[in-house]
């Protein structure tokens, strides 16, 4: 067994229950733990999320370019059309972005407490050939 394992992606806000519920709609996740100051869910692939209670918490202003991303989280779509009309309807929004580097086909968006993430095209592996 490793020394560490990966817990909880944690992202603070002023709203953690509102904030919650737009993750747990954008991945069909479930919560898993509420408490005065965290709500945490946890994604079908095994993904958890929480977000604790910052009633100074003040949204990163990332794509500016004299700010730092700080963090971003990245989720791997289908359709990047579907998913950032999801988004859209959840109270998140599309940022206006250059393409990052690489060869994925990607969008950034932020969720409604302004903390950035990726839609990112998932690549299907192709079969291997003879």
């Excluded at 733990?33 to 994604?43: G, S, Y």
């Excluded at 009633?55 to 991303?69: D, I």
């Excluded at 963090?71 to 990047?80: G, P």
């Amino acid at each position: 067994m490793p020394l560490v394992t990966a817990g909880v992606v944690v992202l603070d806000c002023a709203e953690p229950e509102k904030l919650a519920v737009f993750y747990k709609e954008l991945l069909q996740a479930q919560e898993t733990d509420v408490t005065a100051n965290l709500v945490e869910v946890r994604a079908a692939d095994g993904l958890r999320l929480a977000f604790r209670r910052d009633a100074n918490a003040t949204p990163p202003s990332w794509p500016r370019p004299e700010n730092s991303l700080q963090v971003h989280l990245d989720f791997l779509v289908e359709d990047l059309d579907a998913a950032e009309r999801r988004v859209v309807e959840l109270g998140g929004r599309p940022l206006e972005a250059k393409d990052g580097p690489g060869p994925y086909e990607e969008r950034s968006c932020s969720d409604p407490a302004g903390h950035s993430f990726t839609l990112r095209r998932a690549h299907r592996a192709a079969p291997k050939q003879g």
